[in-house]
């Protein structure tokens, strides 16, 4: 079974999938999708990267949208 690749929205890398979190936009808000089964378009990126994400508004990119995205879930989850 061929592994699936993402790229990571920040830094573009492709990488298999366990490498990144999966992230979900539910309203204006980005949730973190551990299970990877949260309905809706999916982002992926590194944990790292989410600085990068948030600084380079690749959330927005990434969902299409010129809105304000709260990540405070996502901060909040990946600062645990
Ligand atoms: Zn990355």
New binding site residues.
Partial sequence: MPIPIRS??????R?NFSE?LRVVRVGNQVLPDEGRRKFGRGAW??Q??FD??KERRSFQRAFRTDENLSTEPLEKYLNN
């Fill in positions: 990571c929205i920040a830094c573009r890398k990488e990144l990126l590194h790292r990267c990068v994400a």
